[in-house]
């Protein structure tokens, strides 16, 4: 779920109090822990935690003592880092230059290409679907908060036999019962690594889409996480800690195509996940573009 117009108000009051004023001046607003997680107030200092964890900048003990009580309170801010942890350092960082990637040229000037692999075509063929709806929904959760024009696709794959890694590139990805790999045209996969794709999952839920609202910083970690671990197949009983320390057993690749389904104009996006047996597949695809029927009617 979005966030609704009043948690809305908290997450902006909480972003510009961060953004202007000094975490001393501050403090005094948590010194009454609360008992109700939707008593007034509560939420925008929630958000309030979040953005200063962001900024690097939260300190004290009435601050502390506050996130404990969120997290007894079962706040779902509550349950997130109380410090920023290592991969997150490319959250709300832009770099000049460095906008969405639109097009296969621009992803391989970024990212190392997988190879072709006629092994990875072969096993692809035999992969099967796995249907997780509560996964799926984790998984899309940037995208469908922050209001993207599309619904993204989600799909998770079983294989009978371990894939080399080397093989998990495009010529595997292209030969799954993909929607957004059908049709004529190319595809480029390269690999990436798991801070770059935490980073487009925060992204896609901070700035929102064309057709949404920009989540905050606070709301936007929250579904970056929760989308991560859905890919990964992890449980939320799972540590933070310990889930980035599963990641390097992890594949992660990048992919984009010129198929319909991608449309190169504002924001695209494929994401895939090889677990550490290198028997399991997941699948993320998300495009910003509102495409138009010709009857002027919303596509699927």
Not at 7 to 20: F, G, I, M
Not at 39 to 55: F, S, W
Not at 93 to 112: D, N
Not at 115 to 128: D, E, I, L
């Amino acid at each position: 779920m979005s966030c609704d117009e009043e948690t809305r108000d908290a997450v902006e009051t909480a972003a510009r109090l961060a953004r202007t004023e000094p975490v001393r001046s501050l403090e005094p607003l948590f010194g009454e822990l609360p008992d109700d997680p939707g008593a007034p107030g509560v939420e925008m200092r929630a958000c309030l935690l979040g953005e200063l964890t962001l900024v690097g900048a939260r300190a004290g003990e009435s601050l502390d003592a506050y996130a404990e009580r969120l997290l007894e309170l079962g706040h779902p801010l509550g349950r997130l880092p109380d410090r920023r942890l290592d991969v997150e350092h490319r959250f709300m960082v832009r770099v000049r230059g460095l906008g969405p990637v639109k097009t296969s040229q621009q992803l391989r000037c970024r990212f190392p290409e997988m190879p072709p692999s006629v092994t990875g075509a072969a096993a692809a063929r035999s992969a099967v679907g796995v249907p997780d709806d509560t996964r799926v929904r984790a998984a899309a959760g940037p995208f469908t908060a922050g209001g993207w024009a599309r619904t993204p696709e989600v799909r998770f794959f079983a294989l009978p036999e371990p894939l080399d890694p080397g093989d998990f590139g495009m010529s595997f990805l292209e030969r799954l019962r993909l929607d957004c790999l059908r049709g004529d045209g190319s595809g480029v996969a390269c690999a990436t690594t798991v801070d770059d794709v935490l980073d487009e999952l925060f992204r896609a839920a901070y700035h929102g889409g064309i057709n949404g609202h920009g989540q905050g910083g606070p709301y936007a970690r929250l579904f970056a996480w929760d989308a991560l671990y859905a890919l990964m197949g992890l449980p939320g009983r799972v540590p933070f800690l310990e889930a980035v320390r599963r990641t390097a057993d992890h594949r992660w690749v990048r992919f984009v195509a010129s198929t319909p389904w991608f449309h190169h104009d504002t924001a695209d996006l494929g994401l895939a996940v090889l677990d550490p047996s290198r028997t399991r597949v997941a699948v993320l695809a998300a495009t910003d573009t509102d495409v138009m029927a010709p009857d002027g009617s919303a596509r699927p």
